[in-house]
């Protein structure tokens, strides 16, 4: 959860605080991840042209598979948030309502 996040940590939550565009800089996510097994991570956030397309494009480089809730990012104006989930359809992230993601077992 990043420190801007509105809902308050309860026990046992991982708190990170993100101050780039992508939760893998300057971070311990990486490790983190590795360290639990994870290798498939469902992404979800503010700003699906910068802080949301950063952090998957940062998984994909580390190997992680990717899939973004459609439904659960966004950014000013449609035509952007459009633009940018289809860019990321051809670097093979799925890209799909969050309930489809989970249902699928995408993620």
């Not at 996040?5 to 996510?29: A, H, I, M, Q, W």
């Not at 991840?33 to 699906?48: E, I, K, P």
Request: charge should be negative; aromatic fraction near 6%.
């Amino acid at each position: 959860m990043s420190q801007g996040s509105k809902r308050p940590s309860l026990p046992g939550d991982l708190v990170l605080e993100k101050t780039r565009n992508s939760f893998f800089v300057y971070t311990e996510l990486d490790p983190i991840l590795g360290n639990l097994g994870v290798r498939r991570l469902l992404v979800a956030g503010l700003q699906t042209n910068v802080c949301v397309e950063a952090t998957v494009r940062a998984a994909l480089e580390r190997n992680y598979e990717v899939a973004v809730a459609e439904d659960v990012v966004s950014t000013d104006g449609p035509a952007l948030h459009h633009g940018v989930l289809d860019s990321m359809r051809v670097l093979y992230v799925k890209v799909a309502p969050w309930r489809e993601l989970l249902a699928d077992g995408a993620a």
